[in-house]
């Protein structure tokens, strides 16, 4: 048991603990079959600060017969030393051993007529304390107590260790899929700029430019807009309207030459945000139209940052194929 407790490398702090194990125990308690010397007292789990986090098991004789003691665990006390006095979790905090204090060795009259036990939850090589469960209870037999009070709390952080190493996994398949992410991106910018470059047609350029954002974003929403002076007879393309330019998220990306983005609701009865990115098609001469992309997912810095260089790739390939289409022209009206 120690040696896979020293697989658990990270350092989380007081409060990534307190959280973890507060959101970890809900799930085990519902199965954990507690001995029945613990289920007659309140058995409880407290931050390595001493602050109470949430009752695992309460015997509701024992806590309806002392009101004082329910308040007392209903305001979430503060186990430490310097708050409540001595008790066994505070002074479990300070040895990181089990402990035990009995009746009127308590600070707190509310506890004379009690025992509380503790045991650390210890994690590490170093031993750090990142909880402790508590106990109190009325029953004298302690040396069966304690011996239950232990195989309880190593149940319960051989649970939390197997918790860690599941959300230690998820971070690492997270991590993975994100650096998978911008590999595919990265590979398709480099395509689709040899591609788009080898394209001598304006349309060409926009349907190879289309056809590849929507392979990297099938459930985006993905719109082409140009202006007056720049049109497609085989491409679903939009116009500009320059009316209110305030508004228009595309208008605003094309005056002003740079991507922009916003979220806004829709109003439903869903409340749905859709998120949007304006990224103008720019080229040394100017800019030419305005991919916009429209999701109910967030984009992310990866996703910024390819479909700027993406928009980028597509204006100055844009402008190269229309300008050779315009020196044709005039080729063809001088012959």
């Known amino acids: 048991m120690e040696e896979n407790l020293n697989i658990v490398q990270e350092r989380f702090s007081v409060a990534d ?133 232990k195989s309880t709390a190593t149940s319960f952080q051989y649970r939390l260790l197997l918790h860690i190493e599941t959300l230690k996994n998820n971070k690492l398949t997270s991590v993975y899929l994100e650096i998978a992410k911008e590999n595919q ?3 398709i910018l480099f395509q689709v700029a040899k591609k788009l470059h080898s394209k001598i047609d304006v349309d060409s350029v926009l349907k190879e430019m289309l056809d590849n954002v929507k392979e990297v974003y099938p459930s985006s929403q993905i719109d082409l807009f140009l202006s007056q002076d720049n049109r497609s007879s085989t491409i679903p393309v939009k116009p500009l309207v320059f009316n209110n330019t305030l508004e228009d998220i595309c208008t605003r990306a094309f005056l002003e030459g740079q991507l922009l983005m916003e979220s806004r609701n829709e109003n439903t009865e869903d409340s749905l945000n859709l ?61």
């Open 185 to 187: 991106k990265r590979d």
């Open 17 to 149: 603990w307190d959280s973890i194990i507060s959101h970890h125990f809900d799930d085990w308690v519902e199965i954990i079959d507690l001995p029945i010397l613990i289920a007659d007292g309140i058995l409880f789990l407290c931050g390595s600060s001493g602050f109470f986090i949430s009752n695992l098991h309460s015997d509701s004789g024992l806590l309806s017969k002392n009101k004082k003691l329910k308040q007392m665990l209903e305001l979430e006390t503060c186990w430490a030393r310097e708050v409540t006095g001595n008790n066994a979790i505070a002074a479990c905090m300070e040895s990181l051993k089990p402990e035990v204090v009995h009746n009127e060795d308590h600070n707190q009259t509310i506890l004379h007529k009690f025992s509380t036990y503790a045991f650390p939850l210890l994690i590490g090589t170093d031993k750090q304390l990142i909880a402790i469960m508590g106990l109190v209870t009325n029953s004298s037999n302690t040396t069966d107590i304690q011996s239950s009070l």
């Open 275 to 335: 998120h949007s990115i304006a990224a103008p098609l720019s080229g040394n001469q100017g800019v030419y139209g305005v991919l916009k992309f429209t999701s109910l997912k967030r984009f992310d810095e990866t996703d910024i940052k390819f479909i700027s260089m993406l928009a980028d790739t597509a204006g100055t390939a844009f402008e190269n194929a229309r300008l050779y289409e315009q020196s044709n022209f005039l080729i063809h009206e001088l012959g």
